[in-house]
């Protein structure tokens, strides 16, 4: 084959190749050659003659001729050389379409004596058509509200050549608001869309208008070129919808005449006229799609109204459109790709042969499970049968003999996670198309006993309020075994130990079955707060495992203890309480106090005090502190306040309901210059009677007891009038007996200080004029006034006992007072 180049030396090294690609293929009484398309007149394609094994002085007596089934003038024998030459241009995609191979056939025909050969002269495609869209303009109209990412299909461009030459690729002009999606569906068809990057805006941007350039893959590069004018819309916001993209669908060659291809699924999310869709052909569907199949634009049936023809076209793109009703409409794309089959009617044959079913969870590996036949009664390729299984499951196939398989167990099981498979095994022909047919195996996995029960949590707290009645319901525990049937089956039981002396039974128990844990006994808060314990579960398995849950039971407080009032000598007050007060106190002064205990806690042990408001509604100048106690004046005292004052004091807690206990306090008045007595017990409701007068004679006696002690009291003198101030009290501890100087001429006064604090260390120490002044029951000291320095007498004794005496009674009693 020659073909003309521009220079001498490429020609020859066109020649040569062209001469190497023709082949003899001996035995095969056949000769092939090669030929580019759109080769010019005279093109060398073959010494035929030589290689036919023919004489070049036997062609024309032989009556040499050569005939073509396609149009003969298209190559020719010259006679004299025996070189068969181009005639005429040959156009590849003219005489072959699409189809990968082209070739002419020539029967080359010699009489005397006759003789028949067969000449096949190939095709080659060169690149000699550039990508071309059917139209130079394609028009999109686009609503405005349509999302990011929102895909609009466009045509793509055809090329005539095939391979390499016909590859196609796709960029688009630079553009804010859309960019080239290019999807390859399979080997037959690739999708053209753009894809939106940008909102638009109608009112911003009206009209857009982009470039869409195709290029091949041949050298030289070809190249064709659409415009995309893009219309931005404004109304009827919702376009039709397809419920797919890509409708792939399978149709057999001997599909009959109208047979239904699909059923396009479009919706529009409009209402009324703007809802209606109506089903049509894209507008560059080719003639020979319009010729095979029909669409009805109200169901969006598809159906065959043509015979197809496996061997003239496999494969059918058709582009659909669904346009809404509305003004202006909207409309979208979907693409339906049909594939033609070739028939190969007979598909492949299972049978299964179960063995080892259910298979234990712990089985070693390479376990077979099944046997499986196959078997196909078709022949050669379409007859060769492979199997395969379900992607992801824990098996394998073993081929053990043509056509036969073992199931085998490839890795390990674990029931809990799957309890059974649907293996389903796949027996593919090797047919064009191949035909397939699959079987299920069910596999079920027994179950061992590998896992434990477990609890939703290593611990639970458990609130219960004391007093419960006995047998109640606390807590459920409730553990989880993932295993089956009596692997599964859990018990429950206490682990038991010690709480204190008692053992942990006495106090609780739980049902083996239930796991409802009872309370046996009334708890009490203020016995036992917090009760920790176990619970195991076992499950029935063999052998058996199990696991244990922490439980905190927390005993709740209920106001079941009323306040407990403390007797007057624990921490000074309480029960019932005497005092003695002095008139001279001013306001705000305390002068006793009550304390109280709650064995309950929290709320239940908070308490308040209050004051009995006084019979007759007579206002007392007294108060209590509302959570100290203490009681305090509100006023100062005049003569007109009863010398006799006596309180009831109300104690509560805050419990639900509240628990009140109540404690008297007496307080006698006297005159500031009466010494203070001590606090004196009396049960509840009872008052100390105090002695108003002792004899005289008494006096007397108790003096010439004292001058043994002489010596000692005066000593006892000298301390007293050295001292100016008592000494300060414990932390916790009871007020420690002075003697403290008197500012009053002739009198001394023996004092002990109130103890005002529990051991808590509630409030601050009174103040120092909180002393109780110590008085023998006796009848006033008389007290000179600093005015006149005449004693003021305030019994009948004052004038008949000499202050000289009286000073000595007071001491002697002081140290008897103190067991000195």
Not at 219 to 242: H, R, S, Y
Not at 256 to 276: C, I, K, M
């Amino acid at each position: 084959m020659l073909y003309p180049r521009r220079s001498d030396k490429g020609a020859r090294c066109l020649l040569l190749s062209l001469l190497l690609l023709a082949a003899w293929k001996p035995g095969s009484g056949q000769v092939h050659y090669s030929v580019p398309e759109e080769a010019k007149h005279g093109t060398f394609v073959g010494r035929i003659a030589q290689d036919l094994g023919l004489e070049l002085t036997e062609l024309v007596p032989r009556l040499f001729r050569v005939a073509s089934k396609v149009r003969g003038d298209l190559l020719e024998v010259n006679l004299q050389n025996g070189i068969l030459f181009v005639n005429s241009r040959m156009d590849r995609e003219e005489l072959c379409g699409r189809s990968a191979e082209c070739s002419i056939h020539l029967e080359v025909v010699v009489e005397r004596p006759p003789q028949v050969f067969h000449v096949e002269v190939e095709v080659k495609d060169i690149n000699d058509n550039p990508p071309v869209f059917r139209e130079r303009e394609q028009r999109l109209f686009i609503p405005e509200s349509r999302l990011l990412d929102s895909r609009f299909p466009v045509e793509g461009a055809a090329d005539a050549d095939i391979g390499t030459n016909a590859l196609l690729t796709y960029t688009l002009s630079p553009s804010d608001y859309f960019s080239l999606d290019i999807q390859a569906n399979d080997e037959l068809s690739r999708s053209l869309s753009l894809k939106l990057r940008k909102s638009l805006d109608r009112e911003e941007t009206p009209e857009l208008l982009l470039l869409l350039t195709a290029t091949d893959g041949g050298k030289p590069e070809l190249e064709g070129t659409v415009q995309l004018l893009i219309t931005v819309l404004d109304v009827n916001d919702n376009a039709p919808l397809f419920a797919q993209a890509v409708y792939r669908v399978h149709l057999l060659e001997t599909a009959a005449d109208g047979t239904l291809v699909t059923t396009l699924n479009a919706s529009d999310a409009d209402e009324g006229v703007n809802g209606e869709i109506v089903f049509s052909f894209g507008s560059d569907v080719p003639l020979n799609i319009r010729k095979n199949f029909k669409i009805d634009s109200n169901s969006g049936e598809i159906r065959l109204i043509g015979r197809l023809d496996y061997e003239e076209t496999k494969s059918y793109e058709i582009q659909v459109k669904a346009v809404d009703k509305g003004s202006p409409p909207m409309s979208n794309h979907c693409k339906v790709l049909v594939k033609v089959l070739d028939v190969n009617d007979n598909a492949p044959e299972l049978a299964v042969t179960s063995l080892s079913l259910p298979v234990r969870e712990d089985a070693p590996l390479g376990t077979v499970l099944a046997f499986i036949s196959v078997s196909d009664r078709d022949s050669s390729v379409n007859g060769q049968v492979t199997c395969t299984l379900t992607p992801d499951v824990p098996f394998k196939l073993v081929s053990t003999f043509k056509n036969y398989y073992s199931l085998v167990l490839d890795s390990a099981l674990d029931r809990e996670s799957v309890a059974d498979y649907a293996v389903v095994v796949t027996a593919r022909d090797g047919g064009s198309p191949s035909l397939s047919a699959t079987t299920s195996v069910s596999v079920e996995v027994a179950d061992v006993n590998d896992n434990a029960p477990t609890f939703a949590q290593p611990e639970y707290t458990v609130f219960v309020k004391e007093n419960n009645p006995p047998g109640c319901h606390i807590f459920t525990v409730s553990a989880r075994d993932l295993d089956a049937q009596e692997n599964a089956l859990v018990s429950y039981s206490l682990v038991e130990r010690r709480v204190g002396e008692r053992a942990l039974s006495s106090y609780v128990s739980v049902h083996a079955e239930s796991g409802k844990v009872f309370a046996l006994q009334p708890l009490d808060h203020e016995e036992l707060e917090l009760l920790q314990f176990q619970v195991s579960a076992r499950d029935a398995g063999v052998p058996p495992l199990g696991s244990n849950v922490t439980l905190q039971v927390f005993v709740l407080d209920e106001n079941d203890n009323a306040p407990a009032l403390l007797p007057p000598g624990v921490g000074g007050g309480g029960g019932a309480v005497s005092q003695l007060v002095s008139r001279s106190v001013g306001a705000g002064q305390v002068v006793a106090k009550v304390r109280a205990v709650d064995a309950d806690s929290g709320y239940n042990a908070w308490l308040s005090y209050e004051l009995q408001p006084a019979a007759g509604g007579a206002r007392s100048p007294f108060r209590v502190g509302l959570y100290t106690g203490e009681i305090s004046t509100t006023r100062t005292l005049d003569e007109m306040d009863d010398p006799r004052q006596r309180l009831l004091v109300l104690v509560k807690d805050h419990g639900e309901p509240a628990l009140v206990a109540t404690s008297t306090v007496l307080l006698s008045l006297v005159e500031s210059n009466q010494a203070p007595k001590t606090s004196l017990r009396a049960s509840a409701g009872t008052v100390i009677a105090e002695t108003a007068l002792v004899d005289v004679n008494v006096y007397l006696i108790v003096a010439i007891c004292a001058v043994s002690s002489l010596l000692v009291l005066t000593l006892l003198l000298y301390t007293a009038l050295r001292c100016s101030a008592p000494p300060t009290e414990g932390a916790c501890g009871p007020g420690k007996p002075v003697l403290v100087c008197s500012s009053a001429v002739g009198s001394w006064s023996y004092s002990q200080e109130r103890r005002q604090r529990v051991c808590s260390g509630e409030g601050p120490p009174p103040p120092k004029t909180d002393l109780m002044a110590f008085s023998p029951s006796l009848p006033p000291v008389p007290n000179m006034s600093e005015g006149n320095g005449h004693p003021e007498t305030n019994s009948e004794l004052s004038g008949n006992v000499s202050p000289t005496f009286k000073f000595w009674l007071y001491l002697f009693l002081f140290f008897l007072q103190n067991k000195i």
